[in-house]
């Protein structure tokens, strides 16, 4: 028929270009690195990083007196943590999302430290709060202090002091939601300075 | 009721071993120590042990152990005091006597580095158990920190 005319034609021009596997079974199907190359999912990946960063869940997870600034007064009524949607503190390292080390880092607890944080399941955040778990804090010159808890596990958001007031933590979360959602220009207004809150 | 100058008195017309200095503090020599704490148990009511802690004297090449003893019946104290040498540092450990002096003695046998023998587990307690030198001696060198 007319309409078919240079059918065969094309399929002979075809067959010439395309491998001929592309027309039947495709054996790429089952190469996982071919289907990552092909099949892109950065628009869900956005969508997984809205829910994620706003409802950041950080392990129930203390060394010493920073985690009553960091955990416990950043939950209290004053710096009400709820209202970003961050104040379910699991008690098990498999459901939460953030590790808060709030305290000295000592060499027999940087053991466990290491434990828990592998035990938490991917995407997971660290953030160091306090000068004991950023550098060693009043200790590092002691014999049995970790100097810094990024010798150990790696760390997204620094918050300095001693302790650090409640609304610096608050704002430690405020810019590990950014980093989730990768919001550059609000981690550019803090960019050269140090942010106690 | 006995109190604490009385009792250290009783103690020195009892004990012939024992010296008792200025401050009431009862210095016995480390062979008589066991037979003497035990005694403390048993015929003083001492039962209770508040405090054992050690003191690193290096110029006299000495250790100097110390014990807290309180009476929970009777509410009198004694402080017990014993001399170890610094080169072998082994004193028999009073843990059959006060089972509280567990924990106590393994953190002077972490800090400075005493052996109780007798002691039903004598392990590091504050510090790794990998840990080398004992950070409470007066000659213990450490480099490291901050970087």
């Known amino acids: 028929m007319e309409v078919n005319k240079g059918k065969t034609q094309i399929e002979a021009v075809q067959k010439d270009i395309w491998a001929p596997e592309y027309f039947g079974d495709n054996p790429d199907l089952y190469n996982v690195h071919e289907v990552k190359r092909l099949v892109h999912l950065a628009p869900v990946e956005k969508v997984l990083n809205m829910a994620r960063a706003h409802s950041i869940w950080p392990l129930g997870f203390g060394l010493a007196c920073c985690a009553i600034e960091g955990l416990m007064a950043a939950q209290g009524p004053r710096y009400d943590l709820s209202r970003f949607g961050y104040e379910v503190l699991r008690n098990t390292a498999r459901q939460a999302d953030v590790m808060l080390v709030a305290g000295t880092v000592t060499t027999k607890a940087a053991d466990f430290v290491v434990r828990l944080w592998e035990q938490m399941s991917e995407p997971k955040w660290c953030m160091a709060i306090g000068g004991c778990a950023i550098s060693g804090g009043p200790f590092v010159d002691s014999y049995h202090v970790v100097p810094g808890v990024n010798k150990l596990v790696p760390v997204d958001v620094y918050v300095p002091g001693c302790p650090p007031r409640p609304d610096a933590v608050l704002d430690a979360f405020l810019m590990l939601r950014a980093k989730i959602l990768d919001k550059r220009e609000y981690l550019q207004r803090s960019k050269g300075k140090v942010v106690t809150g | ?147």
Do not use: C
């Open chain 2, 1 to 147: 009721m006995i109190d604490n100058a009385a009792l250290v008195e009783e103690l020195r017309q009892k004990f012939n071993y024992i010296e008792v200095n200025e401050q009431s503090t009862v210095i016995v020599p480390k062979d008589k120590l066991l037979e003497f704490m035990q005694a403390l148990k048993d015929d003083y009511a001492l039962d209770f042990l508040t405090n054992l802690t050690a003191v690193d004297y290096i110029d006299e090449n000495k250790f100097e152990v110390i014990y807290n003893i309180n009476s929970t019946a009777k509410g009198y104290t004694l402080m017990v005091k014993t001399s170890v040498d610094r080169d072998n540092p082994e004193l028999p450990s009073v843990f059959p006597i006060w089972g509280g002096a567990n924990w106590q003695e393994r953190e002077v046998y972490d800090l400075l580095g005493i052996v109780f023998t007798g002691h039903p587990n004598l392990k590091r307690i504050l510090l790794d158990y990998d840990y080398e030198g004992h950070p409470l001696r007066k000659d213990f060198q450490w480099k490291g920190g901050r970087e």
